[in-house]
């Protein structure tokens, strides 16, 4: 078997290091996906840079006014022989002076293109992949085909790749099945396909550090078939949806044209069960994600603990051990308490404003005001006896303020987490205040007990609650106590970090999902699932964030109750309209005056423009071909009327749509937006209008960036 050519985007990072705004349920799987790979020689603009670098620029215009040695050069330019030697070396080696340091005419060339805005012209050699199945092209192009390179291949089998990618100091070793299409193949793959490519391509390479394909209009492709390469693939569950897969290059996060593929191959298929049977459902939480994974562990650790206590017996070694055991234990529940408070008060700082005032008391003045405020709160805090509470407050001082970040301290973060709750009606702890009004009490307690844990080795646990605790609570031994402190405190993060924490009876493993960022997440990823189905691709690559949420706001998914109401709603959709064509990859053309752009359209639609489409602002459309402030309107007649040559089957296909009457109708309720009423019968008409519009939406993006 002759050994295969694997090409990785990835090396030795995974798609969540990669792509951080995608949610994964469990670990994406590595697989080596069959392409046909095709060499495209392609006219080019060449950037009047690329040549030199300024000094050699400097050398060159020098040269060809003048004959100088390397000696002269470096006098008159104040630099190293040396250097000068190695800057002469290398235009000799692009060809721009001879070996007798004369100025060739690909030298004159070049340097007379610096003194105009010519741009030179250039065939350059790219490589694209093709989806055999589909017979599209992939979004990645490689533009360095001059030192393209495959992956070292370390083992291959009839069903399986093993590679090694990344340098020595990460280097990593990557297995994964093959998808093979025996017999299959592609033919015909058309220029105006590889225009359509490129436009995609150059889009995406806005937000990565990829180079631009600078592309010359209109220019012949010439097309070489490669060979059959393996592309590296990475497969992971949409977490929320485990029909839906990630399925990324390393160059985009969803290749939507290889979905039906995947979906049907029984790698995803055996992905789906393992991970839908043996994972939690996860979702990315506002905790920090160095204190979320310490608290994740400390409760794994307490629980396996606590359960490992249940199995020791009452003689002298094993009572040892469980008094070891349960004095961690209760110093673990303590640390939970304060790295939940760091976590919500790092999430939720005060403002400098609140503090200052603290800042310029001593440490006795702020004990009294803390006091106050605690007890405006809700908290209880004895008249005569508030040694307890006390002790927990008496250390909020300038350089205790300071350094509150420094490592959790309970004495510094009460403090502040009472001022916040104070100012902050929607504080979490209010809710903790109106469960539990003796919290201080209660936290003073297993402070002491954290405290004398650690100082002795015959810990009694019931009798250092029965010293320090306010309560009457009788325990029939330490494990029945320990059970209710840490199941206590366990609702007491909940509360305070608005999260849910689920532990997995099988293999312990702990998830602490913030409950509104839950519900959010989801509800975003329902919309973008619904999205994806509606705009595909252009969705997925084209649409900025702030171009997305407003398609988020009004998608197809959504309940009535969701929806922006009457003109909000209106606004919104025409909102998204605008921007779409503002941001549209497409050639305008300029006519002299928006009447004759009119008369464009209309040879073309047959029939006349409404007044709504025609009484559009010439100066908006002035405006338009200028990319400054404009409107709907002009938007769309400067759009339309731009549609020629290749592109004429799109303003065909958009009349068929009625796409110009759902433009004229959304600018009459534009104009009108007074005038709606917010009841269902409106909320339907819109809605039918929204889905129009989105299929045309998508039949743009099909032909401005090949995405049908």
């Known amino acids: 078997m002759a050994q295969s050519k694997v090409v990785s985007l990835f090396g030795s990072k995974d798609i969540n290091s990669l792509f951080e705004d995608i949610e994964l349920l469990g670990k994406p799987r590595d697989v080596f996906y069959e392409v046909q790979s095709y060499n495209i020689l392609v006219s080019v603009y060449q950037n009047n840079k690329e040549d030199s670098n300024i000094f050699e620029e400097t050398i060159l215009k020098l040269l060809n006014i003048m004959e100088l040695s390397i000696e002269k050069i470096s006098e008159k330019l104040c630099l190293e022989e040396a250097f000068i030697k190695y800057l002469v070396e290398s235009l000799e080696t692009k060809g721009l002076i001879n070996e007798k340091m004369e100025v060739t005419s690909y030298g004159k060339n070049l340097l007379e293109s610096y003194n105009t805005n010519e741009r030179k012209i250039e065939q350059k050699l790219f490589k694209i992949f093709v989806d055999i199945r589909s017979k599209q092209i992939l979004p990645f192009i490689y533009t360095d085909i001059e030192n393209f390179e495959t992956e070292l291949i370390e083992n291959e089998t009839k069903d399986s790749l093993e590679i090694k990618v990344g340098n020595k100091t990460d280097e990593r070793t990557i297995k994964g099945k093959k998808i093979i299409f025996n017999g299959e193949d592609v033919f015909n793959i058309e220029s105006f396909d590889i225009i359509k490519a490129i436009k995609k391509y150059n889009h995406i390479v806005e937000k990565t550090v990829y180079s631009k394909i600078n592309w010359l209009g209109n220019s012949k492709i ?85 359960n490992y206590l249940q199995f020791l017996k009452n003689n002298r070694d094993e009572i040892k051990e469980r008094i070891t055991r349960e004095k961690d234990i209760v110093k673990n529940i303590f640390s939970l308490v304060e790295i939940s408070l760091f976590t919500y008060l790092k999430e939720n700082p005060l403002s400098n404003e609140k503090l200052n005032e603290f800042k310029e008391n001593k440490a006795d003045v702020n004990l009294e005001i803390l006091k106050k405020m605690a007890l405006e709160i809700g908290l209880n805090i004895d008249e005569e006896n508030s040694l307890r509470e006390e002790s927990l ?252 040559g290749d592109y004429e089957s799109l303003l065909e296909n958009l009349i068929k749509e009625n796409f110009v009457e759902l433009i004229e109708k959304l600018i009459e309720l534009r104009g009108h937006r007074n005038n709606i009423e917010n009841n269902l019968l409106d909320i339907e008409k819109i809605n039918l209008l929204r889905d129009r519009l989105f299929k045309s939406l998508k039949l743009i993006g099909g032909y401005c960036y090949g995405e049908e």
């Not at 990630?246 to 995947?262: A, C, E, K, Y």
């Not at 366990?490 to 409950?515: A, D, M, P, R, T």
């Not at 691709?537 to 649409?543: E, G, H, Q």
């Not at 559009?616 to 002035?622: A, E, S, V």
């Open 222 to 306: 010439e097309i070489i078939k490669s060979d059959k390469i393996f592309l590296h693939l990475q497969i992971g569950l949409q977490n929320g949806n485990i029909d839906e897969p990630f399925i990324s290059d390393g160059f985009v996060p969803q290749i939507r044209l290889l979905l039906d593929t995947i979906k049907n191959n029984k790698i995803f298929k055996e992905i789906r069960e393992q991970e839908s049977s043996s994972t939690i459902s996860y979702s990315q939480e506002k905790i920090g994600r160095e204190n979320q994974n310490t608290l994740s562990e400390l409760i794994k650790a307490i629980n396996e603990e606590i």
């Open 393 to 644: 407050l008496l250390s909020f001082s300038r350089v205790r303020i300071n350094n509150v970040f420094d490592t959790p301290d309970i004495k510094v973060l009460l403090p502040y987490i009472i001022i916040k709750a104070k100012y902050d009606s929607n504080n979490t702890f209010h809710k903790i205040v109106n469960e539990n009004k003796n919290i201080l009490k209660d936290l003073y307690c297993l402070k002491k007990m954290a405290d004398s844990s650690g100082h002795t080795t015959k810990v009694d646990l019931l009798a250092l609650y029965n010293q320090y605790s306010f309560d009457n609570n009788k325990f029939n031994n330490s494990m029945e106590l320990i059970n209710n402190i840490f199941e206590k405190y366990k609702k007491f993060i909940e509360i305070l970090l608005n999260s849910k924490i689920s532990i997995n009876k099988e293999n312990q493993k702990v998830i602490i999902v913030e409950k509104d960022r839950e519900v959010s997440s989801q509800k975003k990823l329902d919309a973008d699932i619904e999205l994806e189905k509606n705009l595909g691709n252009l969705y997925l690559y084209y649409l900025g964030d702030s171009l997305k949420d407003d398609f988020r706001m009004i998608s197809p998914n959504k309940k009535e109750n969701e929806l922006p109401k009457g003109n909000d709603y209106i606004i919104t959709l025409t909102r998204i309209i605008e921007d779409f064509l503002t941001y549209l990859d497409y050639e305008k053309i300029k006519y002299s005056n928006i009447e004759e752009a009119i008369q464009d359209i209309e040879s073309f639609y047959g029939k006349k423009l409404s007044d709504s489409l025609r009484c559009t602002n010439p100066i908006r459309y002035k405006n338009e071909l200028k990319r400054e402030k404009s409107s709907l309107g002009a938007k769309v007649i400067v759009f339309l009327s731009s549609l020629k």
